[in-house]
């Protein structure tokens, strides 16, 4: 079992930066795919980033590429996505996951097992 606890959420400016983190217990990363997803009310959830723990390759979403970087720290078990240049756009429910099968489909939220409880971000223009 895995446990996945998000922070680092909060109001912040259009244009400004927040990094949220993901830390987890129960196990190790070690053959996970750990992703970060979103949902903005009445909107679906939607892939943002992931990052493959064994090999460290990460993967974007069109919509936050350049901006937005996930990063792992394997002694702390934990996963960052800093995110840059933020627009009103931005705007969600941050949510991080884990796949312990480390799948392909990355993108893909039904792929993911363990999902932490998620973190506010609101960007005001």
């Known amino acids: 079992q895995v446990q996945l606890v998000e922070s680092g959420g909060g109001l912040v400016q259009a244009g400004d930066s927040l990094r949220l983190s993901c830390a987890a217990s129960?196990?190790?990363?070690?053959?996970?795919?750990l992703g970060w997803f979103r949902q903005a009310p009445g909107k679906e959830r939607e892939f943002v980033a992931a990052?493959?723990?064994?090999?460290?390759?990460?993967y974007y979403a069109d919509s936050v590429k350049g901006r937005f970087t996930i990063s792992g720290d394997n002694a702390k078990n934990t996963v960052y996505l800093q995110m840059n240049s933020l627009k009103p756009e931005d705007t969600a429910v941050y949510y991080c996951?884990?796949?312990?099968?480390?799948?392909?489909?990355?993108?893909?939220?039904?792929?993911?097992?363990?999902w932490g409880q998620g973190t506010q971000v609101t960007v005001s223009s």
């Open positions: 996951a884990a796949d312990q099968h480390g799948s392909s489909r990355y993108y893909s939220f039904w792929q993911y097992e363990y």
């Open positions: 129960g196990r190790t990363f070690s053959g996970y795919v």
């Open positions: 990052i493959r723990w064994s090999n460290g390759n990460t």
